[in-house]
């Protein structure tokens, strides 16, 4: 059974950053595509971005473009999101996630087979 553990979260200003970190156990996740989504209070949890195997594919929710990178090192079975110029609607909990149906799409949540228990990101304004 794998699992899939988050680290890297916590308490930022508005126009810091954080990087997140997703570490692979207990399985292979060779050809899965892994993925960070997030949940804020009241609302469904979102889609953020996704990576491919080989890395040679990445996804990304408009609202992060150009401030987020997602990216992997399947030697180390860690998977990283790099947050820059975070925003307070950054502010959620954000969850790894791997599956192994295929890249399209990257952004359906219930295409994901496996979750981690996430970690919580705080940007105060």
């Known amino acids: 059974q794998g699992q899939l553990v988050e680290s890297g979260g916590g308490l930022v200003q508005a126009g810091g950053s954080l990087r997140l970190s997703c570490a692979v156990s207990?399985?292979?996740?060779?050809?899965?595509?892994m993925a960070w989504f997030r949940q804020a209070p009241g609302k469904e949890r979102e889609f953020v971005a996704a990576?491919?195997?080989?890395?040679?594919?990445?996804a990304y929710q408009d609202s992060v473009k150009g401030r987020f990178t997602i990216s992997r090192d399947n030697a180390k079975n860690t998977v990283y999101l790099q947050m820059n110029s975070l925003k307070p609607e950054d502010t959620a909990v954000y969850y790894c996630?791997?599956?192994?149906?295929?890249?399209?799409?990257?952004?359906?949540?219930?295409?994901?087979?496996?979750w981690g228990q996430g970690t919580q990101v705080t940007v105060s304004s």
């Open positions: 990576i491919s195997w080989s890395g040679g594919s990445t």
């Open positions: 207990g399985r292979t996740f060779k050809n899965y595509v």
């Open positions: 996630a791997a599956k192994q149906s295929g890249w399209h799409p990257p952004s359906l949540r219930d295409e994901y087979d496996y």
